[in-house]
C-alpha cells in the first residue's frame, strides 16, 4: 500500500477555511465590513492578552479564572464562525468549571498555536478587504444601456 499524502487544507480565496468559516462570518455579522473590520481589529488587540489570562490561570491552577478566561477568548473567537480556537477554549472552559486540569498544558499549547492561525487568517482577510477597491452597484437602468 503506498503512502498517500495529506490532503491540502480547503482554500476559498487563498484564504484557509479550515481555519475559519469566512461565509459564515458574514452571514453571522450581517455581511456589514465595517462591523467585521471593527471586530477584527478588536480581536487582534484583545486576543493575546486573552490567551495570557488562560495560560497564567492554568499555569496558577486557578479553575475559577481558567473557565471565566477561556469563555472570554470563545467568545470573542466565536464572533467568527465555529473555528478551533472556540472548541479548544470551549475544552479548557469546561475543564476549569470542573476544576479537572487534566491536560490542560497540553491544551493551552493547541489553542495558542490555533489562535495564532486564526489571527494571522484574519489578518490576511482584513488586509484585503481594505485593499479591495469598492465600486458601486449598478442599477438595471445603467446596465441597459
Known sequence: MGFS???????TNSFRID??????????LGDDLEIV??????????????LVAVQIAVQRRDSKAMERAA????????????N??????????????????TG????????SEELRLLQDELGLWNDAEST???SPPV???????
Not at 478551533?84 to 470551549?90: P, S
Open 5 to 11: 499524502p495529506s490532503p491540502k487544507p480547503v482554500t
Open 19 to 28: 481555519v475559519f468559516d469566512h461565509g459564515e462570518m458574514l452571514n453571522r
Open 37 to 50: 473590520t471593527d471586530l477584527i481589529e478588536t480581536f487582534l488587540e484583545e486576543s493575546p492578552k486573552l
Open 71 to 82: 469563555h472570554r477568548l470563545k467568545r470573542s473567537a466565536g464572533n467568527f464562525g465555529r
Open 84 to 101: 478551533a480556537t472556540v472548541a479548544t477554549a470551549l475544552r479548557l472552559e469546561v475543564l476549569g468549571r470542573t476544576g479537572d486540569f
Open 104 to 111: 490542560t498544558d497540553a491544551l493551552c499549547q493547541q489553542l
Open 132 to 134: 479591495a477597491v469598492w
Open 139 to 145: 442599477s438595471v437602468s445603467e446596465m441597459s444601456r
